[in-house]
């Protein structure tokens, strides 16, 4: 799976190419899990950069809260 997935990263193209020439479920099922845990990878790296957004904001507002008082 590794071995596929970095061939679909280093060309795009291939991805649709193996899907369409290729009519061998295993080899379709193994594209699917590779794509889905690209898909997986994409999810968590967007939930930790919203994360990171999240604490300078909770801080400043902290920050704010504190001066005021």
């Given amino acids: 799976m590794l071995y596929v997935d970095s061939i679909i990263r280093e060309r795009p193209i ?7 020439a290729i009519r061998d479920d295993i080899i379709i099922e193994v ?3 590779t794509l889905l ?3 997986m990878r994409l999810i968590e ?3 930790e950069k919203q994360s990171e957004n999240i604490d ?3 801080m400043l ?3 704010i809260s504190l001066n005021a008082n």
Wanted: avoid cysteine.
């Fill in 56 to 58: 300078p904001l909770k």
């Fill in 61 to 63: 507002v902290e920050n």
């Fill in 14 to 20: 291939f991805e649709a190419l193996l899907l369409w």
């Fill in 37 to 39: 845990s690209r898909l």
């Fill in 45 to 47: 790296e967007e939930i």
């Fill in 31 to 33: 594209m699917m899990i």
